[in-house]
């Protein structure tokens, strides 16, 4: 059973940036696609990436193309949001996800693995 766990969330500026990190134990996750959502209060969830099993097969969402980058170190068994510019809308919780499906987006698709998620908050 695959399980992840997130870290790197945070407080910070319009315009900074964070690292979102999401590591994985019970299983590595070279044969998986990974990605990260998030939440706002009182907003549905969205899938922010995609990163499909090839390792080179990426989607983002429209609101974050140019700024956001996703990677994976399948020897470390870890998967990495880098975001940058960040704006005050890119506040809400962050999960990691994986399935096996061989998909570079999650459209009407449920991530069979999820992490618990991390907080970022950016304001001034």
């Known amino acids: 059973q695959l399980q992840l766990v997130e870290s790197g969330g945070g407080l910070v500026q319009p315009g900074g940036s964070l690292r979102l990190s999401c590591a994985a134990s019970g299983g590595t996750l070279e044969h998986y696609a990974i990605g990260w959502f998030r939440q706002a209060p009182g907003k549905e969830r969205e899938g922010v990436s995609c990163l499909a099993s090839d390792g080179e097969s990426t989607n983002y969402a429209d609101s974050v193309k140019g700024r956001f980058t996703i990677s994976r170190d399948n020897a470390k068994s870890t998967m990495l949001l880098q975001m940058n510019s960040l704006k005050p809308e890119d506040t809400g919780m962050y999960y990691c996800?994986?399935?096996?499906?061989?998909?570079?987006?999650?459209?009407?698709?449920?991530?069979?693995?999820w992490g618990q998620g991390t907080q970022v908050t950016v304001s001034s």
């Open positions: 996800a994986a399935d096996p499906a061989p998909t570079r987006n999650w459209k009407g698709l449920e991530p069979r693995y």
